[in-house]
């Protein structure tokens, strides 16, 4: 199953869409290389109350720094995917490649990690999406750059048996003309489930342009920064922001709040759920977000209640901050349930 520069393919060329190789969990969205760039060098400036940090380095200097970690095959959707088919689910990845060695590596990449590829294209010319992390003490500050790509739903897309949940996320700022198909395949297949969690360019497109994906939301996910951007608000509070997402149209809306937990709401119930204990200081932080959002959407699709769901999330993001990049930490669904058995006591959802 491998990215090609010719049209799309359904995955009928793979998949005879009986019920027991459904495609269990389909991420949409832009693929990246990250470059890990460790900084010796640098200052970390907050406000009073600890927030709206900044970066900085000297100008007009030579910056030493300790090491450059190069990761393949990264980005929200993707790690997502990965993240699921750690956790035992059938996945598979929509997106977009260039035909240099970056876009084989993350081909190949994505393939190791059990993720199906039919649906990755490969375009001749064109390179694949690089970032830059520069990662300083446990954090980081990413420099993005997502090459213009022409976004298109695969050729008999719609043919074969759907899958289960959808996952999508980031996406170019030239995509936004490719929501509109995305959301009319859904309305069309009202069984699958959708999980949408934007990234920067859809929070900058506005949720009215994005009215249709909202709307056709199961279960929404951002973290309290990004909900502020998308309602248009300085509200903090994130009982109302849950509510306010949920006036978007999504199901469940939940707001993770960094170290200090995680915030979900369903209309009929608000819950808080702590963070798993580290079992040492986290070694860096790039991908812990996602890896909660894909471990909640991959534990409802395993059968699971929000809040055992929930209870899942956080074990992961502990395991991924331990390791460099968004997948090295990523759990299998034994290793995940191993921490759920030796879990503190309070370590439950519960109501606010």
């Not at 009215?208 to 998308?230: G, V």
Request: charged share 20%.
């Amino acid at each position: 199953m491998n990215g090609t520069t010719a049209p799309f393919f359904s995955f009928s060329l793979c998949y005879t869409y009986s019920v027991e190789n459904q495609v269990e969990f389909l991420g949409i969205g832009d693929i990246v290389t990250d470059a890990f760039i460790k900084l010796k060098e640098a200052e970390v400036k907050c406000d009073a109350r600890g927030e709206n940090c900044r970066l900085s380095l000297r100008f007009k200097d030579k910056i030493p720094y300790e090491s450059v970690t190069v990761v393949p095959a990264v980005g929200n959707s993707p790690n997502a995917a990965v993240t699921a088919a750690r956790l035992g689910l059938r996945a598979a990845l929509l997106t977009n490649l260039g035909d240099d060695e970056n876009g084989a590596a993350a081909l190949a990449a994505l393939q190791a990690n059990g993720v199906a590829t039919t649906w990755v294209k490969q375009h001749a010319g064109q390179k694949t999406n690089y970032h830059y992390v520069l990662w300083f003490g446990d954090d980081r500050t990413i420099l993005i750059k997502h090459e213009e790509y022409p976004y298109e739903l695969p050729l008999d897309f719609a043919r074969g048996k759907p899958p289960a949940w959808v996952y999508l996320s980031s996406l170019g700022e030239h995509s936004l003309t490719f929501h509109q198909p995305i959301a009319d395949y859904l309305a069309a297949q009202p069984e699958i489930k959708l999980a949408f969690q934007p990234g920067t360019y859809q929070i900058k497109f506005g949720a009215a342009a994005l009215a249709a994906i909202y709307r056709r939301t199961d279960i929404f996910f951002s973290n309290l920064e990004e909900a502020q951007r998308i309602l248009a608000t300085d509200e903090a509070t994130p009982k109302k922001l849950l509510a306010g997402i949920r006036t978007l149209g999504p199901k469940i809306a939940v707001i993770t709040d960094g170290k200090k937990g995680a915030y979900a709401s369903d209309g009929a119930q608000t819950l808080f759920m702590p963070p798993y204990p580290d079992p040492k200081p986290p070694l860096e932080r790039t991908g812990a977000g996602d890896a909660f959002s894909a471990t909640v959407t991959a534990a409802l699709a395993i059968g699971l209640p929000l809040a055992e769901a929930l209870r899942w999330g956080p074990v992961n993001s502990m395991s991924v901050v331990q390791q460099i990049g968004a997948q090295a930490g990523l759990l299998t669904r034994a290793q995940l349930e191993n921490y759920l058995k030796t879990a503190p006591t309070d370590y439950q959802p519960h109501e606010v």
